[in-house]
């Protein structure tokens, strides 16, 4: 008899409804790395244009201030939903 083929007792097979559960985590969670840039990011191209629109210079730190306070606040939102789960 071949047993090369045969899965290993200690090794189980992952069925297609796991695998598909884990890149639903994956998609689910993935985006945490980049929410806090992008709103970062976010708030400085509008403080930016804020600041060309009125010929100021202030603007700018304000959304970059914000865009971080967003950010952190839908960071706290997707773990606070994730410890739920």
Same mark, same amino acid.
Request: glycine fraction near 10%; charge should be neutral.
């Given at each position: ?6 899965? %290993?007792?200690?090794?189980? =097979? =992952?069925?297609? =409804? ?39 210079? %202030? ?8 865009? %971080? ?13 994730a410890s739920r789960e």
């Open positions: 008899m071949d047993d090369r083929n045969k899965p %290993s007792p200690e090794t189980p =097979e =992952e069925t297609p =409804e796991e695998k598909k559960n884990v890149w639903l985590l994956v998609a689910r969670y993935g985006h945490i790395g980049f929410i806090l840039p992008a709103c970062v990011f976010i708030g400085l191209l509008i403080g930016a244009a804020f600041d060309k629109w009125l010929g100021t210079k %202030s603007f700018m730190l304000v959304g970059i201030i914000l865009g %971080s306070v967003a950010g952190f606040v839908e960071l706290i939102r997707v773990m606070m939903k």
